[in-house]
């Protein structure tokens, strides 16, 4: 197998919606430039507004003078406020039999190493708090975290993964650690933040989000014109993108990871085990020093001691081998759960691509054909999953704390009603004109999915055919690596940005940034300071330069005097004598959560979203 560039096309991504010309924009030049904020699922958008602990001093205040009474934190009126609350201690002295008896048997249970020990029982077990990161995985940064606390990455949880090159702000959870605690890391942590926090009775889960809202700007655009520029803009806002799965779907590496999903449906273990372990092309120095070592070694303990911890995968594969040698198939299972179902998941998301553009090329996007699928009309699921696309839902969510994957992860299971609410369309449906495009979806394969009564069922089966899988009948008897074992899901093909807004800038510094950061606002941090300079000798009004503002470096006097600052949430007019302007489009949306935003930005620019391709604008 030929290792190469994942490009668009390889992974079924083929077709536009609008027929407007693309122009040149530069995607993610810097992490800055693409900024993700979690919707929680009541649609409030998750920003990071504090770094300090609740006042824990006032809980104790309680318990030393008004032992009748407990506290403790509940959100506020509004998202972003915390609150102290005070109740009667309904345990009092009328139950302290029964208080020691529980008291007893916590004594005899084993210690949790997740948490405290010394933890009230009338505190939520779980704190909840903001997670703001700048170009690192969540894993990583709570990698991190962890291992400060001296906890298991288990402990957190988490309602889904954001990008690693970008600033990313999110709810997670923590079992049984004093927000004192917690919030004292960020003297020590380096580009993470944590804030917000909130006792709750329950920890985070994957799929326990509404979506994502992102803003994203665009650096270095270059159009025939701004008018060209603003009818891509105002059309991608009307008529939206198709709901294409993204490249990172498919993994960063040389190795894609539908192709190891293809195998591991084909129940090849050992080749799957070697498409994960083997060198790759483009891999860092250590990490291709390491796979060339096992390779040409088979020194599994001096490979686990090359190999970096993030790489969860490879390393639960040797672990396993070592104690299991030539047991492939155990050491795929060894890999932790979600993390495994990636793969099967992005041969699904692969195919489901190829369908969209097939439906998209035969049958345009203006129209319901004969044989669609949509969501029945007046069902509860309609209103839900305009938000919240179906393929988050997942019953089984033993191991969403195992979860490693860099990208966006979706579970496809769903529950086996929601086949009921699917719906082929009718002659008599086109008629009267009872669903519009919005309303089209099409499966994720699985058992108890439904196909398209038209065409573009065919590419499903076709394209498995060439892979030599069946979606009706499996060659092996392992559950969770065969589609017939899976209930599938739907997906929208057609989607809208929610909230579309976009702006023009214009910028001379390519290093610095354009749109303030939540840490940017809560720490009173300027990226960005404008200062007039009058110069006489020619006659001109004052000219205005930007210059680079740095974190936490006072102005001096004469700056302070004449400067004013320009703040990047404007439009940035900012010229300078030696660099030529160049224009920037800011764009903020809101995305369900298993939606890209790299698509949406690849039918505003009709170009390719792959990172080897924007490098080259670079």
Known sequence: MAAKTLEESDVGIFCYISKLPGFRGILKQRYSDFIVNEVDKEGNVVHLTSLDAP???????????????????????????????????????????????????????????????????????????????????????LGVIGKMLGIQPRSFGFAGTKDKRAISTQMVTVFKQHATKVAALNARLIGIKVGDFCYVREGLLLGQLLGNRF????????????????LSADALGKLGFINYFGLQRFGSGSVPTHLIGAT????????????????????????????????????????????????????????????????????LKAIPRTLR?????????????????????????????????????????????RHVNPECEDDNHNDVYDSNNPDEISETDVPEERNNLIKVVTTEDIVTGNYTIEDVVLPMPGSRVVYP?????????????????????????VKEFSITNMTGSYRRVFQKPVDFEWELLEYTDGDIPLVETDL?????????????????????EGKIDCVKQAEGVEDDDEAEDAGEECLPNIESRCRSNSQKAQMALK?????????????????????????????TLN
């Open 55 to 141: 006042p824990e001093a006032m809980h104790n205040f309680f318990k030393q003078n008004f032992k009748f009474l407990v506290t403790d934190v509940v959100d506020g009126p509004d998202a972003s406020s915390k609150c102290i609350r005070v109740r009667l201690n309904t345990g009092g002295h009328k139950n302290k039999g029964r208080n020691s008896k529980k008291r007893k048997e916590r004594v005899d249970m084993p210690f949790d190493s997740r948490g405290s020990e010394n933890w009230s029982e009338t505190d939520g077990k779980f704190l909840r708090f903001h997670l703001y990161k700048e170009n690192k995985e969540t894993q990583e940064a």
């Open 215 to 230: 803003t994203v700007t665009l650096r270095g655009v270059v159009a025939d014109s701004e008018d060209t520029i603003k």
């Open 264 to 331: 591991l449906l084909r129940g090849e273990w050992k080749t799957a085990v070697s498409m994960i372990l083997d060198p790759r092309e483009g891999e860092r120095n250590p990490i291709a020093k390491a796979r060339e070592y096992y390779k040409e070694s088979n020194d599994i303990e001096g490979t686990l001691r090359q190999l970096p911890r993030h790489l969860v995968a490879e390393r639960a594969i040797l672990q396993c081998l070592k104690k299991c040698p030539g047991n492939y198939l155990q050491a």
């Open 341 to 385: 179902m990636m793969y099967v998941h992005s041969y699904q998301s692969y195919l489901w691509n190829h369908a969209a553009s097939i439906r998209v090329q035969k049958y345009g996007n203006n129209q319901v054909v004969l044989g669609d699928l949509v969501y029945r009309k007046g069902d509860d699921t309609e209103k839900v999953t």
């Open 453 to 477: 009564n038209n065409s573009t069922a065919n590419v499903y089966h076709d394209l498995a055919k060439k892979d030599a899988i069946s979606l009706t009948e499996s060659v092996h008897s």
């Open 520 to 540: 940017d606002k809560i720490s009173d941090y300027k990226p960005v300071k404008m200062v007039r300079v009058e110069d006489p000798a020619d006659g001109n």
């Open 587 to 615: 764009l903020s949306f809101t995305l369900p959560s298993s939606c890209y935003a790299t698509m949406a930005i690849r039918e505003l620019l009709k170009t390719s979203t792959s990172v080897a391709f924007h490098k």
